[in-house]
């Protein structure tokens, strides 16, 4: 019930589909909480831990298309208490206030529920 929670959380907060096989592990060296995880969907090239809080973990990311920098929030899907889908769904409904960060893409990549900010 809860991944079926997360997946219609995802499909209301405006990500693209995006096959399972985006995910390349790589040398990026990062935490191994993200089991090495070094593109999102795609497009999100991850780089190094910025932060982590009581939802997951922050990495830098470049968009390898434009290459603007931005950030990626991960939360792992096996979490107690996911939240992150939510978080995303608000910010999106938010987007256009000042303050607030603009979601780019949320999904659920491997293990983790992630959203590019």
């Not at 079926?4 to 995802?10: C, G, L, N, P």
């Not at 434009?66 to 950030?71: D, K, P, R, S, W």
């Amino acid at each position: 019930a809860a991944s079926d929670e997360a997946q219609t959380a995802s499909a209301s907060c405006g990500a693209r589909p995006v096959s399972r096989s985006v995910l390349a592990l790589g040398s990026v060296a990062m935490s191994r909480d993200v089991a090495q995880i070094s593109r999102v969907g795609g497009v999100y090239r991850l780089g190094r831990k910025l932060g982590a809080g009581s939802f997951g973990d922050i990495y830098f990311a470049v968009n390898t298309q434009t290459g603007e920098e931005l950030a990626v929030k991960c939360e792992s899907i096996k979490s107690k208490h996911p939240m992150l889908m939510y978080e995303a769904k608000l910010i999106k409904h938010l987007q256009g206030v000042p303050g607030i960060a603009s979601v780019h893409y949320c999904d659920i990549e491997g293990d983790y529920n992630v959203m590019v900010m």
